[in-house]
C-alpha cells in the first residue's frame, strides 16, 4: 500500500492541526494504521494508532488531546490535534501494518508516507 500524508503545518501552542493520510493500492481495511513522529535528533516515536476494527490506542504524551480515526470507504486515515505544545513539533509519519495487534514499534510497520512537518511555536 501506498501512503500520502497531508495537513501539517505551523501553529501557535495551544492551537489544533488535522493531519490526514490517503491509502492507495492496497486492502485499506486489512492494515493496522499508525501515526508516528520523529523530532531533530530523536528517534522515530509511537503517536497513535488504529486497528481493522476501529480501536484507537495512543501515546501517553498525547492521549486526551489527539484523536485517530479512518475512513474505509475513503481509504484515509486522520489525526486530529489538539491543545498543541512546542514538544509536538515533529515530522509526522502515516504508517500501515499487517500485524494483528495493537503494535507500537515501527518494525511492524512496512508500509510509509514520506511525512509532512508539523511546527508549534511558543
Known amino acids: 500500500v501506498q501512503l500520502q500524508a497531508s495537513g501539517g503545518g505551523l501553529v501557535q501552542a495551544g492551537g489544533s492541526l488535522r493531519l490526514s493520510c490517503a491509502a492507495s493500492?492496497?486492502?485499506?481495511?486489512?492494515?493496522?494504521m499508525g501515526w508516528f513522529r520523529q523530532a531533530p535528533g530523536k528517534e522515530r516515536e509511537f503517536v497513535a494508532g488504529i486497528l481493522r476494527i476501529g480501536s484507537t490506542y495512543y501515546a501517553g504524551s498525547v492521549k486526551g488531546r489527539f484523536a485517530i480515526s479512518k475512513d474505509n470507504a475513503e481509504n484515509t486515515v486522520s489525526l486530529q490535534m489538539n491543545s498543541l505544545k512546542p514538544e509536538d513539533t515533529a515530522v509526522y509519519y502515516c504508517?500501515?501494518?499487517?500485524?494483528?495487534?495493537?503494535?507500537?514499534?515501527?518494525?511492524?510497520?512496512?508500509?510509509w508516507g514520506p511525512g509532512t512537518q508539523v511546527t508549534v511555536s511558543s
Open positions: 504508517a500501515a501494518s499487517r500485524v494483528l495487534y495493537d503494535t507500537r514499534l515501527p518494525t511492524d510497520f512496512g508500509s
Open positions: 493500492g492496497g486492502s485499506f481495511s486489512s492494515y493496522v
